[in-house]
């Protein structure tokens, strides 16, 4: 039986608040109504488009906890972040990441939002990428979302922090990457002298 707008409205409301990351697709396949109606919906209840939302869940949980770059530095928006430990972002493949006639999301873009999710892991003030191994699975097209989720996996030999990144986009593999990365400017320089060594 289809809902009147008021109960709508109230359910998506109470939809958002349990998960703010859901887009309007989603919420619109799920009350079985148009996305336009759901924006609708969310302009008359004044919740911002999901955008918006993860921009201000960033901003406010996100940006006292950085330590090696700033919140509008991280390439995506981060979603969740343990430092030391493991961090998620997500970054939306729009045109402006896409090659004008495939409509193929630009490496790099995939790239620096796994490096800049590996930089934002590390818990030290100074983070900075020495090397990095990394594989494109499968092209992203324009449209799609990237979940990039970075584990720390501990010190190699050398002292450098281990950072693997895989991005997905559903539950696919698309790009993975293991970074290894220098940390604070005491040590540093020593470091660059071994490996160059």
């Known amino acids: 039986m289809r809902k009147t707008k008021v109960e709508r409205q109230k359910l998506v409301k109470e939809k958002i608040e349990e998960m703010p990351f859901i887009t309007d697709e989603q919420l619109a396949n799920k009350f079985g109504v148009s996305i336009q109606t759901i924006r609708l919906d969310r302009m008359e209840l004044g919740i911002p488009e999901m955008r918006e ?88 097209k324009e449209g799609e979302r990237v979940i990039a989720k970075a584990v720390v996996e501990g010190k190699n030999e050398k002292d450098l922090t281990i950072v693997k990144v895989n991005s997905f986009v559903d539950n696919e593999i698309v790009f993975t990457g293991v970074f290894q990365m220098f940390q604070s400017h005491e040590e540093i320089g020593d470091k660059i002298n071994e490996n160059s060594n």
């Open 53 to 140: 939302r993860i921009k201000s869940v960033a901003r406010d949980q996100w940006n006292e906890t950085l330590k090696a770059l700033q919140i509008d530095e991280v390439i995506g928006e981060i979603i969740d972040l343990e430092l030391d430990n493991r961090a998620i972002s997500i970054l939306d493949i729009t045109n402006d990441l896409v090659f004008a006639r495939t409509k193929i999301a630009r490496g790099h873009h995939l790239f620096a939002q796994a490096n800049s999710l590996a930089v934002a892991v590390i818990n030290d003030e100074l983070a900075l990428t020495a090397k990095s191994e990394i594989k494109f699975t499968r092209q992203v």
